[in-house]
């Protein structure tokens, strides 16, 4: 688990006052559990209040008392106001959720029409703008591979997919059981089982040349189990391959975009190693940074990089 900064935290002790301000007396245990924290990580939080305040002195501290398993907080008037939306994150959060109610997969919309609504109510002006803002969701190319992917879902087939890889500049033939159809970053995606990998993989909607839903279950594999898409698109897999680069500076970006196995600094130089699921990708970067990405490991790769660059000076060099 990743450690939790000293931002978050604070923000999330300015968040809790307010709340524990309104319910004086409220049970411990209850409050963790609406507030979604650990009993233990409130008892925690509410042990820093004590050192929080408006000036460093006694009286100028919050005070809380959790005698009996009741919360009695004191003192903290100063903050218990609870945080309001600004009217710029009131419009993007309504255009978002406005975006979501033509979204696949949104069986209820209940609750995404009741917040909008408090959220009209709350921030009038806002609403206003966001109402006048049509939220489309891009890939209109991909709308028709989208219908068929939704139509292979709901019954249950396999589909045959011709799907181009822009990295090898090659078309391949997939048979993939559909699991769910996914939105990252404004386009869409269909993950599922694809048979010639014999793994879950992610296959973006507007690089399918051709689709066609199959007579055949297409029901996935015990096995098979959708990906955590929350970091982005690219899940390393233990079965892809370690690559170690070095990168100069200017280049430590790619340290901290990408998921990494291991990072460390040394004299100006970040090394890191990380799983790529594509070593064409791998070369690509290391001929574009121009010397700012070296490939260490594997040798293999290192010898494949330095031949394609070689390569490249003498087709200038002609």
């Not at 935290?9 to 209850?30: E, F, M």
């Not at 959060?93 to 709350?122: P, Q, W, Y």
């Not at 700012?292 to 070689?310: K, Y």
Request: proline share 3%; charged share 30%; hydrophobic share 45%.
């Amino acid at each position: 688990m990743t450690p939790e900064g000293a931002s978050g935290r604070l923000a999330r002790l300015l968040s809790i006052v307010p709340w524990l301000v309104n319910r004086q007396g409220v049970d411990i245990t209850h409050a963790a559990a609406e507030l979604g924290v650990t009993e233990a990580q409130l008892r925690d939080d509410l042990e820093l209040l004590f050192m929080c305040g408006y000036g460093s002195m006694t009286d100028e501290l919050i005070d809380v008392s959790t005698e009996g398993g009741r919360i009695l907080i004191s003192n903290a008037d100063t903050i218990a106001q609870p945080l309001r939306l600004t009217r710029a994150e009131a419009l993007t959060l309504m255009v978002g959720l406005r975006a979501l109610l033509g979204a696949e997969g949104v069986a209820d919309s209940t609750v995404i029409e009741r917040t909008l609504a408090k959220l009209d109510e709350a921030a009038a002006s806002a609403g206003d703008v966001a109402g006048k803002v049509e939220a489309v969701l891009a890939d209109d190319s991909a709308e028709h591979v989208r219908e068929v992917v939704a139509d292979a879902l709901r019954r249950g087939r396999r589909l045959q997919l011709r799907y181009l890889v822009p990295a090898r500049d090659e078309s391949t033939d997939r048979a993939v059981d559909p699991m769910r159809l996914v939105s990252l970053d404004g386009r869409w995606y269909l993950e599922g089982w694809c048979h010639r990998a014999e793994d879950t993989r992610l296959f973006r909607l507007d690089r399918v040349e051709d689709i066609e839903v199959l007579d055949a279950d297409g029901t996935p594999p015990a096995g098979a189990r959708a990906r955590d898409l929350a970091a982005g698109t690219f899940v390393a897999s233990q079965r892809d391959p370690l690559v170690t680069l070095e990168l100069r500076p200017g280049w430590e970006w790619v340290g901290e975009y990408y998921p990494t196995e291991s990072l460390a600094r040394a004299d100006g130089v970040t090394t890191v190693t990380l799983r790529v699921g594509d070593r064409e990708w791998v070369r690509r970067l290391a001929l574009r940074a121009g010397g700012g990405v070296l490939v260490r490991e594997p040798a293999d790769l290192a010898a494949e990089v330095a031949g394609s660059a070689r390569a490249a000076l003498a087709a200038y060099g002609a």
